[in-house]
């Protein structure tokens, strides 16, 4: 059986190894005291997407309190944890690199703060592709791209792909019905129906992916080994053949639920992904791309839900959304389907977190009771729940780790700890999305929000079909708006085209997504404001 080795997963080859850097880095006369894997984590910390961070929703958009969590202060936080899961399984890295063959060839003595460090950086850039106002701007972003209007003035396919065919539905008039044409694919047809994918369902860390792989010229250049951990979603947004398809939604594996990179940095991610001997998802076409996780991919991961559960917990409490010493008893969430989830909570959120507090020994409920603010209790408890977590969660980690080697195992760690400590975050969820996600304000800045993206957007977007050689006369409203459009997001030269390809009018849309998903929220908004007549 094919099990991933640890002298190729940390490999130190950085992404300018691709060429795909415009100026050539030249070797500094400094010894650089850093590893590879903390000068990672410094690129990261001191990048532009990074510092927008500051200025992009966690939970509650445009916060008026300057303790509420930012996408920044929250990838801070992350990285902490993600640090402290570095420390843990290095040990057990440093012992499987000396079983390994090419040992001799490590070019790098790893320590345990190298091990921290990498996956630190990670957790760092983990949220750095997110657009403004967090998921309600990527819902904003792939909802206009599912506008038909859209894409019939642009760039529509006339084709669908079921079971490996090209179906194109054409109208029959003469019996008032819609037949469907089969013939084969040709790769140009799969390539551009993935790329059609990209759009229709935005993803952030698609978007990551192409921030962390496309700025060695600007100060971002990181070893692959970073790029694989960060990787949650190795696979294109599309596959023509899927072994998940069929699956219910809970039995797909955990790292196919999404995708991770776009068609345009498709080469770069498959041959960082061979280069780190990442396992090949079985039973996929020849076009596809799917492989399974980074095992460190499965740390990060776990550093994420354990910090933004107990941040967004205290964000409610900071904001007396939610009473810590208060019963709610039963209670209903709606979700996404309109179905609703019970939930009936018999004991104070304050009683569930000592629960799992009390699992580490350092935990004294005298010193709990000693603080009379309870934001200060709520900082303690929050610090004991997060230090149980890790704990739990690495010995998950552990007890799979032979299954997460060889690509077996396909959860989220945090879902394979002590079932008692799971049902008790399940409690802790279910009050977090009753009285924080669902609070009123959060719920009209998050519509707010889908309506500034979805408009910049549409806005924008009527320059990607502009094609002057081609003879397009475009309105006066386009060309404005396309002057709007900073330098590096403006269209290449077309001035050797006939027409504009798919690909082509792609490429420019990525452009455009690369200007909006960049901005902050208040420049997101600043923005709509102005150009819709709101501010002058």
């Known amino acids: 059986m094919t099990k991933m080795q640890w002298t190729k997963l940390l490999s130190e080859k950085r992404i300018s190894d691709y060429s795909v850097c415009k100026i050539k880095e030249k070797k500094s006369n400094f010894d650089d005291p850093r590893s590879p894997f903390e000068r ?81 950086a990670a957790c760092l850039a983990h949220d750095i592709g997110n657009p403004p106002f967090g998921h309600s701007g990527e819902d904003a972003i792939s909802n206009y791209f599912r506008n038909e209007s859209f894409f019939e003035d642009n760039f529509q396919l006339k084709y669908k792909i079921k079971e490996g065919k090209k179906v194109n539905s054409i109208y029959d008039y003469s019996n008032n ?55 949650k979603y190795p696979k294109d947004s599309y596959l023509v053949k899927n072994p998940s398809h069929g699956l219910n939604k809970d039995d797909i594996p955990k790292s196919q639920t999404k995708y991770g990179f776009f068609q345009n940095e498709r080469d770069i991610f498959k041959n960082v992904a061979d280069d780190l001997g990442l396992i090949k998802v079985d039973n996929i076409s020849d076009e596809d791309i799917a492989y399974k996780r980074h095992p460190l991919a499965f740390l ?34 709606r979700k996404n389907d309109n179905k609703f989830e019970d939930y009936n909570l018999e004991k104070s959120s304050k009683q569930i977190l000592i629960e799992i507090a009390k699992k580490d020994s350092s935990f004294s409920k005298d010193k709990l009771n000693s603080f009379n603010d309870t934001k200060q209790q709520v900082a303690y408890l929050r610090a004991k729940v997060i230090n149980v977590l890790i704990h739990l969660t690495y010995d998950a980690f552990e007890k799979h780790y032979d299954d997460i080697m060889t690509g077996k195992f396909d959860k989220a760690l945090i879902d394979c700890i002590d079932k008692e400590v799971t049902d008790n975050l399940k409690l802790m969820k279910g009050l977090i999305r009753k009285y924080v996600y669902h609070y009123q304000p959060v719920l009209e800045c998050e519509a707010s929000g889908f309506k500034v993206v979805n408009n910049l957007i549409e806005s924008l977007a009527m320059t990607s079909n502009i094609c002057f050689v081609c003879g397009d006369k475009p309105t006066k409203e386009a060309l404005k708006f396309k002057q709007l459009l900073p330098e590096e997001y403006q269209p290449d030269d077309d001035s050797d085209k006939e027409e504009l390809s798919y690909n082509e009018k792609y490429l420019r849309m990525l452009k455009i997504l690369d200007f909006v998903s960049g901005m902050t929220d208040k420049y997101a908004l600043n923005l709509y404001k102005k150009i819709n007549g709101m501010e002058y």
């Open 300 to 333: 990060m991961e776990a550093s994420d839900d354990i910090a933004y559960g107990m941040i967004d917990f205290e964000d409610g409490c900071r904001l007396n959304l939610i009473d810590i010493d208060k019963v709610y008893g039963k209670f209903k969430v």
């Open 177 to 231: 019905k819609w037949d469907e044409l089969t013939e084969d694919l040709s790769q140009n047809d799969i390539f551009d129906y993935k790329k059609h994918q990209d759009l229709l369902n935005f993803e952030g860390n698609a978007n990551g992916f192409r921030i962390l792989t496309s700025n060695c010229d600007k100060g971002i250049n990181p070893t692959i080994a970073l790029l694989g951990t960060f990787t």
């Open 40 to 120: 990672d984590f410094d690129q990261i910390i001191f990048s532009y997407p990074f510092r927008r961070l500051q200025d992009k929703t966690q939970v509650i958009p445009l916060p008026k309190y300057d303790f509420v969590h930012t996408r920044l202060t929250h990838s801070l936080e992350v990285a902490s944890v993600g640090r402290s899961f570095g420390k843990l399984v290095a040990e057990k890295i440093l012992t499987e690199i000396k079983k390994e063959q090419n040992y001799d060839e490590i070019i790098h003595n790893y320590t345990k703060s190298d091990i921290g460090s990498l996956i630190a």
